[in-house]
Every structure is written in C-alpha cells, then in structure tokens.
C-alpha cells in the first residue's frame, strides 16, 4: 500500500506513483507523460512531495514503494508546478489569443489552473522558427515546449524512429531525422505526432482558420480505409470535418491512426463524387440511374452469363476497403447463389 493525500492505494511491482494516483481517481497533472510509452521526466509538472525525500518527486518515473506518503497538491507542490509553467511560458511565443490551439492546449489549461503568467519574468528572446514546408503538417517550434510527447510518439507508438531530442543554437529543437524537414526525413505521415502534442507546437494544415475550438464537435466514426475497423473522431465545425483523431479507448487501434485514416478525408468534399450509379449506354456515354435499375440489370447480365456458359465463367473480386461482414457476404453470394469457387480478395496478394 501507498497513501496518496491520506487516501490508502494499493499497487502492482512495476507501477509508478502517477499510475497508481490515476487507478484512484487522484488528480496530478502531466505534460510529458504519454500512455503507452516511457516515461520522458522531462517536464516535472508532476511532481509531487513524499515524505522523507528532500526533493520533489516526479511521479510519472518514480515507482510506487510500499510505505510510501505522499502529497499531491501541498503548498509546496503547487508553487513548484507554478514556477513551472511560468519558465514554460517564457520560453516560448504563447500568445493564447493568436493560437490555433486556443481551447485545446494542455499548457493553457495548467496555466489558468495554476494562475501563471509567463509575462512576469523576462523573455528568453530566444528565436525559433515555423517549418511550414509540408501540406499536411505545421511545426512552430516557438510553441514547442521540449515535453517530448512528439518523440515518444514516433519511435515507441507508431515505431518510424524520425523524431528525437537535439540541440541547435544551443537550444534544445525536437529533429525530423538528420534536422531534415519532415518532408526529407523518413516521416510516414501518420499524425502521431501532432495528436501528441499538447500546444500549439503541431498542427493540422488543414484544420487552420477553419472555425475555433470551442465551437467544434466530436464524431465517433469507424475508418472507411481497410477492414481493421479502426475508431475514430471526426472533429467537425460548421458541419464540415476539419480534423480526425483516434479514440484513445478504441479497439483495435487504441488512438492511432495512418496517414490515410487522419488525413485523406477530403474526398467527402470532392465535387466529382459519385452519388448516384452510372450505367453505361451503347454510344459509350454514362447515364445516371436509380438503384433498382442497376441492381435489376447487373443480376440479368449475372445470369446470362451462368446460363449461357456456366457458373465458373463468372468470378469476383472483394475490396480489401470493405467491412468484414460485407466481405463474407461477397463470397457467399458467389458460393452458394452463383454456385462457383471463383472469389478472392485484393488484399490476399
Ligand atoms: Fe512527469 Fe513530465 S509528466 S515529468
């Protein structure tokens, strides 16, 4: 057992003190600390005073001992997380109101929570700069607050090994590969990173000047992609997608997601969607049908073809884009309706 502000907590060998802290509903913030990874320690808002250590503890790399006393919120603790984020808010160009990240910034809410304001100390004056070379994803790296949540991320969530910690100027910078742009670095694209990052450090291009935060609304989806199935968040404003994250608690994917999955939502929007099906006529041209006239004509083409030269002379292809149970569906019609064998899928090969 450990006792957390007075509360007795019971433990498993291996579990830190933030672990333990969360199973019982106690509140202690993070910053660097990302599930699933290991802990970084890199930015000591979690500390926390336990008896008998001279020094504040980070609880996200300190195991749970038995015996343990520990306080989250003393005195002591919250003017040290204070100091914290003031440091944090100096260092960089935090300017709220001018941020695309205004309402959904974790540094913002421990700010206001905690009540610092990185005006009263002085600037670091320290330049950084905006990589802005990619379509699909912008770095600010005055907003970077070195948490290294971007780093974990890539290398111990998605596994692509592109982002890590460096110096440059004599400042610490996270680096795509050799301090390449994620452009010329080995970057797979798949998010990871920007739905990590808790600042406006990382964004989606394409969620820029498209309405604010607070005005946005959360679509529970499954990807239309493959059939994994995985879970999704549509982040809609004005009733149109500007972002997609996973869900965190989501099976299979856990809150990942690919390039395809965050990114390649746009064809919604494409003016030259199919919305309804075309037939295509005898002078070559496309005309645009109802369903039924469709589904009426594919199944007498079907049948011609089996009476005229046998069930074997017809075979179909499933899409590896469909949902499993449509994907049984397709070799069941061909099985038992079309009587042949002739099914495969295009994801097989
Ligand atoms: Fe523990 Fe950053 S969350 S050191």
């Known amino acids: 057992m450990i006792e957390i502000n007075g509360k007795a907590c019971s433990f498993e060998k291996g579990d830190t003190v933030l672990d333990v802290a969360r199973a019982n509903d106690i509140d202690i913030p993070t910053l660097c600390h990302l599930k699933d990874t290991t802990p970084t320690g890199a930015c000591r808002i979690c500390l926390v005073e336990a008896d008998g250590a001279n020094n504040l503890i980070a609880s996200c790399d300190t195991p749970a001992c038995e015996g343990m006393k520990v306080q989250t919120h003393s005195e002591r603790v919250v003017a040290a997380r204070k100091g914290i984020l003031e440091l944090l808010l ?3 160009d935090h300017y709220c109101l001018l941020c695309e ?3 959904d910034c974790e540094l913002q809410d421990l ?3 905690y009540k610092a304001d990185g005006r009263c100390l002085p600037e670091t004056g320290r330049k950084s700069s905006v990589e802005d070379s990619d379509a699909l994803i912008l770095r600010d790296f005055s907003k970077c607050i070195h948490c290294g949540r971007c780093v974990k991320a890539c290398n111990e969530i998605q596994m692509h090994d592109v982002l890590s910690f460096g110096h440059e100027e004599g400042s610490p910078k996270i680096f795509a590969g050799d301090n390449e742009t994620l452009r010329e670095s ?3 694209f798949c998010g990871e990173c920007v739905q990590a990052c808790p600042t406006g450090a990382l964004l989606e291009k394409k969620a820029l000047g498209k309405g ?3 005005d946005e609304q959360k679509v529970r989806t499954t990807c239309p992609y493959c059939g994994v199935g995985c879970q999704l968040w549509l982040h809609v404003r004005d009733d149109k997608i500007v972002k997609v994250t996973g869900v965190d608690e989501g099976l299979p994917n856990k809150g990942r ?3 395809k999955g965050r990114f390649g939502y746009d064809f919604i929007y494409n003016k030259d969607r199919l919305t309804k099906p075309l037939i295509k006529q005898k002078n070559g041209e496309y005309k645009e049908a109802e369903w ?3 589904l009426d004509l594919i199944a007498s083409k079907f049948q011609t073809f089996i009476e005229e030269s046998g069930a ?5 292809i499933s899409c590896a884009r469909s949902i499993n149970e449509d994907n049984y569906q397709m070799q069941k019609l061909f099985r038992t309706v079309f009587r042949t064998n002739n099914i495969d899928h295009c994801a097989r090969t």
């Open 186 to 188: 080995d970057c797979r």
């Open 212 to 214: 604010k935060v607070r």
């Open 312 to 316: 074997d002379s017809v075979a179909g």
């Open 90 to 92: 100096s260092s960089g």
């Open 101 to 103: 990240s205004n309402g």
């Open 292 to 294: 039924d006239e469709t």
């Open 111 to 113: 700010s206001i929570e």
């Open 257 to 259: 997601t690919c390039v």
